[in-house]
């Protein structure tokens, strides 16, 4: 979609919709369903399941980590951080360093105005909110509560999707209605201090429309805890130095209208993220703590729970976009073709059990980097979940990812006769498990949600705002300090906790929460936003590493880290923190109604 048709879909109402003709329900019946038969819109505000079916459409705009067509080139946002890359031929516009305002295709920024698909595209979702908004009044059959609840997870969706623009874009043009033809297109983007003042009120409207929790059967539903999970990450964003900093990140007109950056530094917006923070766990003990994380002593399929199983109470924000799980869809087959292989780097990020850190130049650990002689786990239980390694569970048996192992990738000997299909899923030497489920026969089929905001982000939010402040040792009202709330979520794994002692405040405590945050969240889309709002682009000044093994005589396995990633990061190499940022496309800009470019895009 271009920026023109982005506008377009912003400010101009539709006739026409297209929804199912049977009974509504939110849950697995409804989900399976494809949205279908076209009518006009009269016809779907005359009756309560087909204005059901119209805020459907807007709940299928919401985003989802598995890869699509027209972002980084059936690519994972994983692949343009240390956690990840691509090993598909070419890679996307990224690597190639074909990035561009005239030539922005390919980039991140199409998950906001997607051409071809542009029903799954924040900007649709924005539009259609707008639409029912209009129209939901008039439905004879819906009770004035229901119209109410109904409206708030409208707004509460038009909310995330302005967050996501805020977080690629900066500064956006806010559109109040669904605007007529007739109306005058000339709209400017916000200032960063409008944008967050904007998005905040319509997070605490939406919030204040909507209940707490839903019960099962409606699961996926906005509720007023993701609205005040969303105010967190969105106040934590606005806060970090891309855009609350004594200098712009870069200077250009976007920069100078205040459109990327608040024009100063204020210490007081890391609080305004921690009183967030703080806010949404009062109201969670008010409403008896109905959102925790999954715990049940199992760290492993606990926190494969935590992010994978419906309804788990630790999800805050969910998409159902993709309603079941298949193993042979193309978003999968992507995966396994190479459009995100995690690296090295990532793996060894992981700790081991006790809390101490892996290295390779210990004997042991390079002997015995993933399970002890006994074949029991020596590393965050976290690893293992997130990737596979070799003799990991597969698929009922072993994996066996090692040269002319049978799940070895060709480069390494494989000859074909995995159950992966093609045997470059490990071409790493290791695989992701997070996107794929190593192709569990057990999931196949299975109801699940994409994890858009998790509780974790909350407590490390919260710990990061203490640091920022020079609080990480305070006591909170809920008798916690910064330590504390890391500890939580590590504590879930079974991970020793964190003191002063071990990470002094400041500049080594946030590294550490950053860690954690990458650890926690491998391939749930948080690193990318964790680069740029810290200005961290020496996070992508590495070596990307990948891992060969070998099986001796005597049954045990030997490894070495090898440089195999085919595709050249020429972004990295050809480094402007203009990257910080993604490009508005300069057609659109050119058509002078009201756009400002980016810095360093011009």
Known sequence: ???????????????????????????????????SDEMNIDSVYAHKIYAEQALAQVYHTLPDFMPHQNRLSWGILESLTDLADMTKGGGNGYHKGTISAADPGGGPYQILYDEDDGAFSATWGIRKAHLFLDNVDRVPDMTPEEKYIRKGEAKAIMAFHYVQMFRYLGGMPWIDRAYSPEDEMKFTRMTVEEMVDKVCGLIDEAAEMLPWKVEAIDDGRMTKAGMMALKVRFLLFAASPLFNSDQPFKDGEASNLHYTWWGNYDKSRWQKALDAGLAFLRENQKNGNFYKLVDTGNPRKDFWDGYFTRYNQEIL????????????????????????????????????????????????????????????????????????????????????????????????????????????????????????????????????????????????????????????TEKDEFGRDAYDYINLVRSRVDMWGYTKEMVVPGKDLRETILRERALEFGFEEVRYFDINRWKHKDYLDITRYTLDTWKESDGSYRHELTQFFPNKRQWVELWDDRYYLTPLPLAEINKKYGLVQNPGWE
């Open 1 to 35: 979609m271009t920026m023109n048709k982005y506008i377009s879909s912003l400010l101009v109402a539709s006739s026409l919709l297209f929804v199912g003709c049977d009974d509504f329900k939110f849950g697995n019946a409804f989900l399976e369903k494809p949205l």
């Open 317 to 472: 924000i969910c998409s159902h976009r993709y309603t079941k799980w298949n193993v042979n869809s193309k978003s999968v087959s992507q995966i396994r073709y190479g459009a995100g292989q995690p690296t090295m780097n990532y793996v060894n990020m992981f700790q081991m059990k006790d809390g101490s850190e892996f290295d390779w130049n210990n004997p042991v650990h390079a002997k015995y980097p993933f399970f002890d002689a006994d074949g029991n786990m020596v590393r965050d239980p976290r690893l293992y979940e997130t990737v596979i390694v070799n003799q990991d569970k597969i698929l009922g048996r072993k994996a066996e990812i090692y040269w002319g192992g049978r799940d070895a990738p060709n480069r390494m000997g494989g000859k074909g006769n995995g159950d992966w299909i093609w045997n470059n899923y490990a071409i790493c030497g290791i695989a992701v498990r997070k996107h794929t489920q190593d192709l569990r026969k057990d999931v196949q089929n299975k109801f699940y949600e994409c994890p858009l905001l998790r509780l974790p982000e909350i407590y490390l939010s919260i710990a990061e705002a203490m640091n920022e402040l020079g609080k990480a």
